[in-house]
């Protein structure tokens, strides 16, 4: 059996959030700021720490949802809310 390629980040980025565990890449994108930057902020304490996965690192959407990083509009269709 054939191990299951990983969707690109353009495809993850479309994906509504339920339920889902989001990667270090698509967090950064999804709340406007560099990866090295979300590393410094959970490491000072000031961003919810991920979880580890086998040797990935993973944040449920949902608790960024709680802490207010992600959009409610993100939860319900997917894809990256534009800055109003």
Same mark, same amino acid.
């Given at each position: 059996m054939a191990t299951p390629k990983k969707l690109s980040l353009q495809r993850?980025? @479309?994906? *509504?959030?339920? $339920?889902?565990?989001?990667?270090? /890449?698509?967090? %950064? #994108?999804?709340? $406007?700021? @560099?990866? %090295?930057? #979300? /590393?410094?902020? #959970?490491? /000072?304490?000031?961003? *919810? *720490? *991920?979880?580890?996965? $086998?040797? %990935?690192? #993973?944040?449920?959407a949902d608790s960024l949802l709680q802490a207010g990083l992600l959009s409610v509009r993100d939860k319900e269709w997917g894809g990256v809310c534009e800055p109003q």
């Amino acid at each position: 059996m054939a191990t299951p390629k990983k969707l690109s980040l353009q495809r993850r980025l @479309a994906l *509504p959030l339920t $339920g889902r565990n989001l990667r270090l /890449d698509e967090v %950064s #994108v999804r709340v $406007g700021l @560099a990866q %090295s930057t #979300v /590393d410094k902020l #959970v490491m /000072d304490g000031l961003f *919810p *720490p *991920p979880l580890r996965i $086998g040797t %990935s690192k #993973v944040w449920p959407a949902d608790s960024l949802l709680q802490a207010g990083l992600l959009s409610v509009r993100d939860k319900e269709w997917g894809g990256v809310c534009e800055p109003q």
